[in-house]
C-alpha cells in the first residue's frame, strides 16, 4: 500500500445467498480526505463500509486500512477506526455525558480524565446545556451529533460515517457537515457513505458512485460533473410570448433538449458543446428575442447519477443492503 493512502482496496466481494452485495469494489482513499461512497439504497455502500470497519468479512478481495489487513490484521485495523452508523448506538436512557463516560471508561480513561473528555466534546459539539439530560429527550440532531462525539473519544485515523445525515432536517445536516470539516482539517479520514447527492459535493474530495455492488464512476464532484460531457444554459426572455421561438432556435443551435420552466419566461437548455452557446445567445438577439438573464453552469451531481445509472438515486429498495 502506498504511504499516502489511508485506505486501499481491491475487488472487494460480500455475497448473502445468492445476492453479491459489493461485487469487485476498488478504492484508494488518501490520507486526511473525505471520501464518498455515493449510491442508492441497496448499492452496497454500507456492506463496504462494514467490511473495512471489520464488522464483516469479504468473501473476496484485498482491503488495507492504514496499512493494515481487515481480515488479517483485524485488531490492528479496529484501534485505528472507529465507525458511526446510520442509527444511533447511544443509549438513550443515560444521559450525554453518562454515555460519553461510558464509552471513555470501556476505552482505558481513568474515571475523572472520562469524565473531562466527555465535556470536552460536548462542549465541542454545542451540548453542554443537555450534558445531564437523558438522550430520549435530544432531538434527532442532537442525537446524532452526540453519537458522532461518542465515536472520536479516542480519535481515529480512519472514521466511516454511514449515511450521518438520514433523516435530519437541514439545520442540523449543516451541523454534521461542519463536525465532519472540523475532524478533516485535525487530520482524521473521513469514509462517507451517502445516498445524498448534494452532501457528497458538499464534503467529498473525491467520489465513487457504487450501484449494484460496483464503482460505476469514480472522481472528483468536478470531474463527474464534466464526464457527463453537458451543462445546461439558462435564459429568462424580456417578452415570455417569444418563448416558443426561442425554443426552436435553441433546439437548433444547440442541439439539446429544451425544458419549458414554470416562470413563463425562463427556458433551460442542455449544452452538449459549451462553445455554442454565444452562437445561440446571438442568434436570439437577432431575431429580436431579448435575454434579460443567461446562466451556464455543469451538471448537479443529480444529473451525473441519472446519466450513470439511468435513473434518480433513490429508487431501490433498502433491504438488501439492510440485512447485510
Same mark, same amino acid.
Not at 480524565?113 to 473531562?116: E, F, T, Y
Given at each position: 500500500?502506498?504511504q499516502?493512502?489511508?485506505i486501499?482496496v481491491? =475487488?472487494?466481494?460480500?455475497?448473502?445467498?445468492?445476492?453479491?452485495?459489493v461485487? *469487485?469494489v476498488?478504492?484508494k482513499?488518501p490520507?486526511?480526505?473525505v471520501?464518498g461512497i455515493l449510491?442508492?439504497?441497496?448499492a452496497g455502500?454500507?456492506?463496504?463500509?462494514?467490511?473495512?470497519a471489520?464488522?464483516?468479512?469479504?468473501? *473476496?478481495?484485498e482491503?488495507?486500512v492504514? *496499512?493494515?489487513?481487515?481480515?488479517?490484521d483485524?485488531d490492528?485495523?479496529?484501534?485505528?477506526v472507529?465507525?458511526?452508523g446510520?442509527?444511533a448506538?447511544?443509549d438513550?436512557?443515560?444521559?450525554? %455525558?453518562e454515555?460519553?463516560?461510558l %464509552?471513555?471508561?470501556?476505552l482505558g480513561y481513568s474515571?475523572r480524565?472520562?469524565?473531562?473528555r466527555g465535556?470536552?466534546?460536548?462542549d465541542?459539539?454545542?451540548?453542554?446545556?443537555?450534558?445531564?439530560?437523558?438522550?430520549?429527550t435530544?432531538?434527532?440532531?442532537m442525537?446524532?451529533?452526540?453519537?458522532i462525539?461518542?465515536?472520536?473519544?479516542?480519535?481515529?485515523e480512519?472514521l466511516?460515517?454511514?449515511e450521518p445525515?438520514?433523516g435530519?432536517d437541514?439545520?442540523?445536516?449543516?451541523e454534521?457537515?461542519?463536525?465532519?470539516?472540523?475532524?478533516?482539517?485535525? =487530520?482524521?479520514t473521513?469514509l462517507?457513505?451517502?445516498q445524498?447527492l448534494?452532501?457528497?459535493?458538499q464534503?467529498a474530495?473525491? %467520489?465513487?458512485?457504487i450501484d449494484h455492488?460496483?464503482?460505476?464512476?469514480?472522481?472528483?464532484? =468536478?470531474?463527474?460533473?464534466?464526464s457527463v460531457?453537458?451543462g445546461?444554459l439558462?435564459v429568462r426572455?424580456?417578452?415570455?410570448?417569444?418563448?416558443?421561438v426561442?425554443?426552436?432556435?435553441?433546439?437548433?443551435? %444547440?442541439g =439539446?433538449?429544451?425544458q419549458?420552466?414554470?416562470?413563463p419566461?425562463?427556458?433551460?437548455?442542455?449544452?452538449?458543446?459549451?462553445?455554442l452557446?454565444?452562437?445561440?445567445? *446571438?442568434e436570439?438577439?437577432?431575431?429580436g428575442i431579448y435575454?434579460?438573464?443567461f446562466?451556464l453552469?455543469q451538471?448537479?451531481l443529480?444529473?451525473?447519477?441519472?446519466t450513470l445509472?439511468g435513473?434518480?438515486a433513490e429508487?431501490e429498495?433498502?433491504?438488501?443492503?439492510?440485512?447485510?
Open positions: 500500500m502506498s499516502h493512502l489511508a486501499d481491491t =475487488g472487494l466481494v460480500k455475497t448473502f445467498g445468492e445476492t453479491r452485495a461485487a *469487485g476498488d478504492l482513499v490520507v486526511g480526505a471520501y449510491g442508492p439504497n441497496g455502500k454500507t456492506t463496504t463500509a462494514r467490511m473495512l471489520t464488522l464483516l468479512q469479504p468473501d *473476496g478481495g482491503a488495507l492504514m *496499512g493494515y489487513d481487515v481480515v488479517k483485524a490492528a485495523v479496529r484501534s485505528v472507529s465507525m458511526t446510520q442509527f448506538s447511544v438513550e436512557d443515560l444521559t450525554g %455525558i454515555n460519553l463516560v %464509552i471513555a471508561r470501556l474515571w480524565d472520562a469524565r473531562n465535556h470536552l466534546l460536548l465541542a459539539f454545542g451540548l453542554s446545556e443537555s450534558a445531564d439530560k437523558q438522550v430520549k435530544y432531538s434527532g440532531g442525537r446524532r451529533r452526540l453519537d462525539a461518542a465515536s472520536i473519544v479516542i480519535t481515529p480512519v466511516f460515517l454511514d445525515t438520514t435530519l437541514p439545520r442540523s445536516r449543516n454534521v457537515w461542519d463536525i465532519v470539516r472540523a475532524l478533516v482539517s485535525a =487530520g482524521t473521513v462517507l457513505t451517502t445524498y448534494d452532501e457528497a459535493d464534503l474530495d473525491r %467520489i465513487a458512485v455492488g460496483k464503482v460505476i464512476a469514480e472522481g472528483t464532484p =468536478g470531474q463527474l460533473k464534466a460531457g453537458s445546461s439558462k426572455l424580456q417578452d415570455p410570448a417569444q418563448r416558443p426561442a425554443q426552436n432556435l435553441l433546439e437548433q443551435i %444547440i =439539446g433538449e429544451v419549458l420552466e414554470s416562470d419566461a425562463a427556458l433551460t437548455s442542455s449544452v452538449l458543446q459549451q462553445h452557446v454565444p452562437e445561440a445567445l *446571438g436570439l438577439n437577432r431575431n435575454v434579460t438573464e446562466s453552469g451538471p448537479s443529480d444529473e451525473v447519477f441519472l445509472t435513473r434518480p429508487v429498495s433498502e433491504a438488501t443492503e439492510e440485512a447485510a
